[in-house]
């Protein structure tokens, strides 16, 4: 019964709303990527690297926002290299993921090391404080959840509804999600299908990184080796969870960090019938379960892993 | 710019790819070397020096080359079938917990007995492990990328609690690690007075025996049938699942082995360290190799000479020691780029 | 002629990959309110030269001007801007998204807030009511017949102003009752101020249908001319370059019963029904010729007879022993020879060597398996005489087959499954794509194999070719076949009309056999 009641705590919500919305950065992200066609399996090295440079940004001296953008700006530079491997030369799609990952993960972690050596406790910088959006903060319930959050959980609401508008009402949307189709399609009206990956996959990969800068500079206020943890990964699965779609996206994060939010009361509150690393180990089984719920039902896009070759087809 | 595909691919073409990927990846860890105030000439002297510069140097290799050779195949003939094995890492210790469970005593069996047993608990161990996300592939088509990687943070934290619960040596005055094995278990040292032991046999006997499956059995045919057009060898009567599970045993088994073979010759016990991430790094030691299974012994000794040379450089110029990350991910990079190359030339306009 | 300039305008385009000359000095020039047909045999270099009018290749030589100004090379967005428009054989179009999106796409500028799709759903039906093109533009693509389909990229190139049109082997899909209703539609833009060139190798179009034409051979144009001063047989003698080769036919007897199909049917996995109710006999010693539109269950008809239907309802027999769980290694033990579709995706593996790829419907059979190991002496003896027996170059038995043409990848698969000696051969478009000399070489051996006592099943899209060599015919018509016909008392058109659903097969023509 305690479970129950859990649910009706505004707390637990709010708290739901905040964990999901670094998932929410990555699997928008990744969502955009695939949506053009291209798997981005490097998220997770994205992810550390946004994470370590909103944070060292913000450390030496720059402001929350532009930490937010430099984080951005390198994950960008990933995704630029993701997209040079895998839409300009084709390259498999899932070593390159694999390989930035590495890269990503290593050279955050190269530098964090080398900007500040001989560190025995991380240093903490002040992160995003929640705000209170005017009048609407002051809704009952919903208000509490979503409109006193952190800004960038509700620039991560934005965003979801900016990318479902672009994807569904724009040109350029169309031709994205024409691309992840059938790229000859898009080539024949005149329009280059390398420019759109590469396009969608830099941009893919700002959001990762965004998503990963949050956790330094909103979630937490310092930054640890191996912090993303496997959110990536997560993030891919969520994206076949969500179905290819930024509503669903939203629906699946929170339900997914519902389900994380409550395994972490559970562990807090119930008395241990579990060893924590059960309760650790849930986040990571949710993901394959969802993976196996949405197997056949699932409508992937068709180029999906499909290098694009001019004159082939 | 186009890509044209070429009529042949020379053999010169084959081993400078590997070969220029490896000198590309120690180029720009150069530049990261300059950056942090050494010189690299001397960084790369100190790196070769620290990995093969003397008798120790050169055991330490190696040692660590045995663990990169049994995951690196483990890469490499899951890759040939087009089965993404991402999850080497936890196969390795599932691996390394089933020579635990039967090696601390719940067997009493001589050396040449038990040691081999143990390699195959091992085996199925791993084997088993990745069965479970490839029989999803094959029934149900989930992608099996996301879950062999998503099942390594399971395994870890499985092993997390083993070491601080059940498992936990109450000898080993609060160091969360498990009981040792027994005397019997452990592999011989092939060297004195280094870590060197009997499993570098293991793995390259173990390489040579994948190299003749799939150059010369029924079975290596149809793993690179399926991997090269799944459906083709699907319309010429391959039995494709069959084919993936039989893999997905032989790649799982293997991984497993390395954990088998860390544990019974390095450590001795089960802890959380017991793998620095060799399943990841055996994904690049099999891209470098080819996928061949030979070539991975050479290129196994070339990431573990990597990460224990950056390991003693690093220590001496106080660089961090993520340098040896960093040439192995671009090394990676690199060597996928090379490998296009010999198959496509680039034209310009 | 010659006085006013030309609508399109190519002088000396040269394109060479590798030591390959894919086209050689061609000259074309085309007219407002022309219609030009281009013929070639396959590798003619046809589809190099629209390739590179349309930007997706740089021809190494020569220029290109459209109305007088030069066209920049290697851009698809200026080839689309100065108004041409191109219709693929193999339809650019996303099967999961409708029919104005695909329109749509490109159209306008990427960098508006919103798309104006009521603009242009108005607009696309005002284009189709005055062509006389019925689709809808909300429909999916994926829910379009094949004929639709080719409406929707000729809508998708006037919907961009386009003054010309080309069309790559534009019928090689539909009905010659479709076809008929292509020519018209192109007719009434042609009379509009359209240039039309349409790539074709089919003569009977060429003659109806062109005001001028134009030959290829070995990316050469080798001969140009009125289409009203020629003849078809001349047509013919200048694509080949000689003399066409001739098929030997020889009379069929038919014998026993090999391949019985009674009521069978059979879905796909969204339950769609794609064989309905089809009966089929096939006999020792004869080909049965199945005509059809693409997607009216011909794919499914030879996956189901090279096992790769396992689920299905109603009678399946071969050589009088019925078949249950069919599978592609069953079919292969039971002896039937089974030559795919899509050579390159389904027939070979392209990364495994001659020697492999010869091996791969028999390597476990005894002979070839020796306790798991591949038999390396018996392959390679094999190899080579199937090599020399069925005249297949290669650059070795260890060369990948991916570097091999066409004709030798064909010739490959048939050595593969006529090595075997099956009883029953299903062939789905044996010949497509290929040169006509190889085209002969796969219906000798077809014809030869079937008078050596085989059952052939020959699926084929193109007329001409069962009329060539079936010695039945039966037309599929969304997952049902026709009674069997003897070409012999039949035309190209009363097949047709049975291909677009019209039942109605007098008495004259059916079969004798029966």
Known sequence: MDLLLILFETGFWAATVRMATPLLFGTLGELICERAGVLNLGIEGIMAAGCMAGWTWVYFGGDLWTGVLFAAFVGACFGLLHAIFTVHLGLSQHVTGLGITMLGAALSSFVF???????????????????????????????????????????????????????????????LCMTGENPSAVESQGLSVFAIRTTAVVIGSAFMAVGGAFLTLSAFDAFYIGMVNGRGWI????????????????????????????????????????PYQFYLMMPYIFSIVALIVMSRRSAYPKALLVPFRKGER | MRLEPRAHTSMAMTILVPVGAAALALMSCSVLILWAGASPFLALTLLVKGSLGSVFALSETLTRTIPLIFTGLAAAVAFRAKLWNIGAEGQFYLGACAATWLGTGAIDLPPPLLIPLLFAAGAIAGGL??????????????????????????????????????????????????????????????????????????????????????????????????????????????????????????????????????????????????????????????????????????????????????????????????????????????????????????RFR | MGEATPLLSLRGITKRFGALVANDDIDLDLQRGEMLALLGENGAGKTTLMNILFGHYTADEGSIEIDGAPLPPGSPKAALGAGLGMV?????????????DNIMVGVEPLTRFRRNTAAAVAKIRALAERYEMDVSPYSLVKHLSVGQRQRVEILKALYRHTRILILDEPTAVLTPQESDHLFATLRLLVDQGLAIIFITHKLREVMAASDRCLVLRHGKVVFACRTATTSSEQLARRMVGGELPEVRRIAATPGDPLLELGGLSAENDHGYQL???????????????????????????????SGMIADFSGTFMLAGAPIEKPSPRQMVRRGVGRIPEDRTATGLIGDMTVLENLALE??????????GFLAAVPLRQRTAELLGRFDIRCAGADAPVRTMSGGNMQKLILARVLAERPILIVANQPTWGLDVGATAFVHQRLIEASREGAGVLL???????????????????????????????????EIGLAMSGQRDISQAMISARD
């Open chain 1, 113 to 175: 090391r080398m900007l500040l050596p001989n560190i025995t406790t991380p240093p903490k910088i002040i992160p995003f404080a929640p705000v209170k959006i005017p009048v609407l903060s002051d809704i009952p319930v919903v208000g509490e959840i979503l409109f006193r959050q952190s800004p960038m959980t509700m620039l991560a609401l934005v965003a979801v509804v900016a990318v479902a508008y672009v994807l569904k009402k724009t040109p350029a949307g169309l031709a």
């Open chain 1, 235 to 274: 993030c891919i699965a969520l994206v076949v969870f969500a179905s290819w779609n930024p509503g669903k996206a939203l629906v699946g994060t929170l339900i997914f960090a519902a389900f994380d939010a409550l395994q972490m009361r559970v562990q807090q509150q119930t008395a241990v019938a579990l």
């Open chain 2, 129 to 346: 492990w990745l069965l479970g996300p490839t029989l999803l592939k094959t029934r149900l088509a989930v992608d099996e990328v996301v879950t062999t990687l998503l099942l390594n943070f399971v395994v870890l934290l499985f092993v997390n609690w083993l070491v601080f619960g059940p498992w936990k040596d109450p000898m080993a005055m609060g160091w969360p690690q498990a009981e040792p094995v027994v005397d019997a278990a452990l592999l011989p040292p092939l060297v004195a007075k280094t870590r060197l032991h009997g499993g570098l046999l293991i793995a390259v006997f173990a390489a040579v025996l994948f190299w003749v499956v799939m150059k010369y059995t029924t079975w290596g045919y149809e793993i690179r049938a399926v991997g090269n057009n799944q459906a083709g060898a699907t319309f010429a009567g391959i039995p494709i699942d069959r084919v993936v599970i039989r893999t997905a045993l032989l790649s799982g088994g293997i991984a497993g082995c390395a954990g088998v073979s860390e544990l019974l010759g390095v450590k001795g016990y089960l802890t959380l360290d017991l793998s620095p991430g060799f399943g990841y790094s055996g994904i690049v030691v099999a891209m470098l190799a080819g996928l061949h299974p030979l070539g991975v012994l050479l290129s196994a000794l070339f990431i573990a000479a990597l990460s224990i040379g950056a390991d003693s450089m690093s220590r001496a110029l106080n660089i961090s020691n993520y340098i040896a990350d960093i040439a192995t991910a671009i090394s990676l990079l690199a060597v996928l780029a090379g490998m296009m190359l010999t198959r496509y030339r680039i």
């Open chain 3, 88 to 100: 693929h054989q193999h339809f650019t179009l996303a099967d999961n998204m409708s029919v104005v």
């Open chain 3, 275 to 305: 064989l309905d109710h089809l009966d089929l006999t096939v006999n020792a010693g004869e080909i049965v010729g199945i005509a059809g539109v693409s997607g009216n269950g011909q794919s499914q008809l030879a996956d189901l007879v």
């Open chain 3, 362 to 371: 028999s390597y476990w059979k005894r002979g070839f398996n020796r306790l």
């Open chain 3, 459 to 493: 699926i084929s899209e193109d007329l001409d070719e069962l009329f060539a060599i079936a010695d039945t015919i039966q037309v599929m018509y969304q997952g049902t076949l026709s009674p069997p016909i003897d070409p012999a008392r039949t035309n190209a058109a």
